[in-house]
């Protein structure tokens, strides 16, 4: 009863202040529009894109690229990240065991014998000088100790070591979530981006292969001149070469189509030529239903600047796992059982036995072990500060990168939209000339040619637009969904 009052003052001191800072959450300027903090020409600083007073989202519009979104569950990177964010939580769960106290019972069965020149007879020789050996006979005599009981221990957390460590394993759980996200957005982006470029490189090879037939009717043409005397070998000849140009871009666009397979094939966790039956679809899906939302939710949304926050944070919380080093531990412990030289003795009333009381431990010297600590913690905190404002203003150049690409792309669309529709007014034109006889084959297979070449470049840029924008989803942390 004597300690009881000692007792109740030490869990009274466990309700101090913790140690160390504590975090507050850095605040990150953003802009009311996204074009107010643009770089380069102001041309591109207009995408064309809704404005961004909605939440932000991706739709997709193609049920076979929706299909590879779900089989992209099974993304080995993916279950990776998820097992990293399930560590993160258990490894929570270990700091947070320290809080409390621990618990543990005991028994056992001893055969001892003590020393007959043992420092125990020093004592026999002290109490009994006559009688000393048979004293010493008596207590080496092997004999059995039964015991059973159990202990309790509670680490009164004074300085909020326990507390300080509990938030900063929160923090990095919070951060192995954030990264999670992180490879969940990337995955779905990067399955998107390969299964456009699989779709415009068999578009390609669709379009290559007509433009190669009406190389070949040219070329017929040519020599059935050439046989009449109308033209000379200087017109075969090139259009022969024109023509092998042409079929030398068909292996490309093969390698293009199969590179795209496989990387889809990787992306979902499956076996190369896993995804055959995509080859037969030759037809680019549109660009996703986009809307970016108001750039102050960017930093809100992007899961590398939430993961970067939470690493300061748990930078932060260290801090004072280290300072609490500094002070006294205190411990409160219990033990309580039953001994006995014999196991039928141990329901006896008289074989109990206990304790209880504080334990103190007061670091002295230690070279400056723990002052070292405190300073390396506090320098990592500012690490994980300077990190933390590079992830920021990585996010909106990584954004604004990609708004200019996307604007310069859609310029470029609407110039070989453009091209193509002259194409195809100077094909009309020449049909009806040929119809006519106002003219022979010739322009007519000519304009034919331009026009696929005009329908071939307004398809490269169709895809190119469809990336430019999955580039903006990333960057502004958007999963493309069905």
Known sequence: MKTLPLT???????????AGPDYHAPQAAAPQQWKEWHGGAAELGDTGLP???????????????????AQAGANLDLKTAALRFA???RQRDLTASQ???????????????????????????????????????????????YQAGFDASWELDLWGRVRRGIEAADAEAGAASAQLR?????????????????RAAQHEQALASEDIDATLQLLKLAEVRQRQGL?????????????????????????????????????????????????GDRTVPPAPDFTAGLP???????PDVQAAEHRLHAATASIGVAKADLYPRITLGVSAGLESLSGGGLDDWGSRQWSIGPGLSLPLFDNGRRRAAVQLRELQQQEAAVSFQKTVLGAWHEMDDALSAYAAERQRQQQWQQRERS???????????????????QPLLDARRAALQAQRERVRSEAALALRLLAICKAAAVTPEA
């Open 8 to 18: 109740l003052l030490c869990a009274a001191l466990a309700a101090c202040t913790a």
């Open 51 to 69: 404005a961004g007073d909605k939440p932000a989202f991706a739709r997709l519009n193609d049920p076979v690229l929706a299909g590879l979104l």
């Open 87 to 89: 560590q993160s939580r």
């Open 99 to 145: 809080q409390g106290p621990q618990l543990g019972v005991h028994a056992g069965a001893t055969r001892q014998r003590q020393s007959e020149t043992g420092a125990a007879t020093r004592m026999a020789a002290a109490l009994a000088p006559g009688s000393r050996d048979a004293l010493v006979a008596v207590l080496s005599d092997p004999f059995t100790v």
């Open 182 to 198: 992180q490879v969940q957005l990337s995955v779905a982006v990067e399955v998107a981006r390969n299964y456009y470029q699989l």
């Open 231 to 279: 033209a000379n070998a200087i017109d075969t000849a090139r259009l022969e070469a024109q023509l092998a140009q042409q079929r030398a871009t068909l292996p490309a666009l093969l390698e293009q189509e199969a590179q795209a397979l496989n990387a889809l094939s990787l992306l979902t966790a499956q076996l190369p030529g896993s995804l055959r039956d995509l080859a």
């Open 296 to 302: 102050g939710e960017l930093l809100r949304r992007r």
């Open 423 to 441: 194409a195809t007014s100077a094909l009309a034109l020449a049909q009806v000339r040929q119809q006519r006889g106002l003219s022979d084959a």
